[in-house]
């Protein structure tokens, strides 16, 4: 049974947590890309980035007449195509392995003093569940004082962060050091094309649990989750 439990901002009523985080261990021995993983584990800077463009026509054009926002639709996606992808939900503690069954979102948001603060909203397959929970959290975010940072306890997360005032090609996260196997998630300004809209999306990863194969399946699981909305 659900557990009502006092909302992290203090402001809502909405936050449920049904059960503690759930992870699973995952055996070295068995494990096909044990080799690749302490290969990586010795790099000084282990993480790598790939920028591709996303494809938001229908977004545009069908679901935000609708009255849909663009930046929570495409949270959703991002959550949709991380938990998609099993190696994206694995972490590493020194030499132990563990994959998540979920992880949160955790993206920044602008506050009411002109600075930046962080949301952490869990994902939910159902888009209009998933919508509420994150247009409440969000909101209750812009209106904290404290900072609400990750202490490096939790690795249960995705850290996301939307720059809509750039149609970039590439991007680097501030990495705190090579143990930190969190992805980052980043993503632009929509622009116009001569086919319809796009904006350009990035996914960092570290390289001792992640390959290029993994990053090509979130992109695709993202598209699809935004084509299906």
């Not at 563990?98 to 993206?107: K, Q």
Request: with cysteine; proline share 7%.
């Amino acid at each position: 049974m659900a557990l009502e439990r006092a909302c992290r901002y203090g402001v809502c009523q909405i936050c449920v947590e049904e059960d503690p985080p759930v992870e699973h261990p995952v055996d070295l021995a068995a494990w096909p890309r044990a080799a690749q993983f302490y290969f990586f584990r010795t790099f000084d800077r282990p993480h790598f980035a790939v920028t591709s463009r996303i494809d938001v026509t229908d977004l545009m054009e069908r679901l935000k007449p609708q009255g849909m926002s663009p930046y929570r639709a495409s949270l959703y996606a991002i959550g949709a195509g991380i938990h998609a992808v099993p190696e994206l939900l694995m972490r590493f503690r020194g030499d132990t392995v563990v994959r998540h069954d979920a992880v949160e979102l955790s993206m920044t948001v602008p506050t009411k003093a002109g600075s930046f603060n962080y949301a952490y909203v869990p994902f939910d397959p159902d888009f209009s569940q998933f919508n509420h929970v994150a247009n409440a959290l969000i909101q209750a975010a812009s209106e904290m004082v404290a900072l609400a940072a990750n202490s490096g306890t939790r690795d249960d997360l995705c850290y996301m962060s939307c720059l809509p005032w750039l149609d970039y090609s590439s991007i680097n996260n501030a990495m705190p050091g090579p143990e930190d196997c969190i992805p980052r998630v980043s993503w632009g300004k929509i622009v116009k094309t001569a086919d319809g809209w796009s904006m350009p999306m990035t996914l960092e990863v570290h390289h001792a649990l992640v390959d290029g194969a993994h990053v090509g399946a979130y992109f695709a699981a993202v598209q699809g989750a935004l084509d299906g909305l």
